[in-house]
């Protein structure tokens, strides 16, 4: 399916501005929108175009080849509010409110532009740097990213059945063609965190077991389980889209996600059974950290010993094998084919 959406240039802009997800100081977005237009992003309540709907705007900016060496030249990022932070001493990560390796990196490669400035001889480098996706494309930068301090790799698998998330992630590519990417993501020795998300009720209990197998097979290194927000916006697209898959029972669904009891004892149970599928797993490699992580309640907990985590620092060392303690019981189509 080739991608609809309107591309125009953005010439304006700071590059570098104060990051809100956990783990990282600074955060870059190579493009303004978001070609995959998933139905369920929380990024369509900040980002609006006046004449096109979320997924089908993308703004290039054109200006990062030219402009971001400079800024990271300064050697200090400004966080705003008269709070300032070292590039050396900052953790970074690009893709906060656009996938950087969405279908206009194919023939624009900002994202490339930006890691190539940030290896620089002469620039300042950051002390980490993550990079957030669900693309193939990011494998063709699998040079730059090995070259990246402290490099990491987000990369997003839905567990959904293959009809809802045809329609509910129009442009994004398969469940399978995902675990490739990440299967040679690790080959190529970069560290690769996966985030199992969203996670929704009617939706993803079929998924367990098939999802922890895969990520012991595949050695990921760690990864987060993320049940759904259901904030308005993005709930009331993400419903016009399950409407287009009639074997879903949508109301059952909206009527649990909406309950705030009924949710919170779904997302135990679901917590429960995912629990103990990879507590059959766990000791083929004792060193992944799977990461429970109910963002609505601000609650990270560290699977393999129950205990909270912390979100400020969650990245800055790589995990220590956890002690033996009990088990918790609560076609990507665009404008070219080839992206292998």
């Known amino acids: 399916m080739a991608s609809k959406a309107l591309r125009t240039v953005a010439t304006r802009g700071k590059l570098l501005t104060k990051s809100t997800f956990s783990g990282y100081d600074v955060c870059m977005n190579p493009y303004v929108g978001c070609e995959f237009g998933c139905s369920y992003c929380y990024v369509r309540f900040f980002i609006k175009d006046d004449t096109k709907p979320w997924g089908e705007f993308v703004r290039v900016r054109e200006h990062l080849e030219e402009k971001l060496p400079k800024e990271i030249a300064k050697g200090v990022v400004n966080l705003g509010k008269g709070r300032s932070i070292a590039v050396n001493e900052a953790r970074l990560v690009l893709g906060t409110m656009t996938d950087p390796y969405q279908p206009a990196e194919i023939k624009h490669r900002i994202t490339r532009a930006a890691l190539t400035a940030l290896l620089h001889k002469d620039a300042p480098k950051f002390k980490k740097v993550g990079i957030f996706t669900r693309s193939p494309l990011v494998l063709q930068d699998v040079d730059l990213i ?8 987000h990369f997003t698998v839905t567990p959904f059945p293959p009809d809802l998330l045809r329609v509910i992630e129009p442009y994004s590519p398969t469940t399978e063609r995902r675990w ?11 560290r690769t965190h996966v985030n199992v998300s969203p996670v929704m009720p009617g939706m993803s209990e079929e998924h367990i077991e098939t999802f922890v197998e895969k ?3 595949l050695k990921v290194d760690e990864y987060f389980v993320d049940p759904m927000q259901p904030y308005k ?31 919170g004892t779904w997302k135990m149970m679901y917590l429960g059974r995912w629990q103990a599928a990879r507590a059959k797993l766990q ?11 109910d963002h609505e309640h601000r609650v990270w907990v560290d699977m393999r010993t129950s205990t909270p985590m912390s979100r400020r620092t969650y990245g800055d060392e790589a995990p220590e094998p956890a002690p033996t303690v009990p088990t918790i019981h609560t076609d990507f189509d665009d404008e070219t084919p080839n992206l292998d």
């Open 146 to 153: 090995r070259q990246l301090p402290n490099a990491r790799v």
């Open 180 to 190: 490739d990417v990440v299967k040679k993501l690790k080959e190529a020795g970069i």
């Open 215 to 217: 990520l012991i097979e």
């Open 233 to 263: 916006e993005s709930f009331d697209a993400f419903r016009e889209a399950c409407k287009k898959v009639p074997r879903i029972s949508w109301q059952e669904i909206e009527d649990t996600m909406t309950n705030k009891i009924e949710y």
């Open 283 to 293: 000791h083929k490699m004792p060193e992944q950290l799977p990461i429970w992580s």
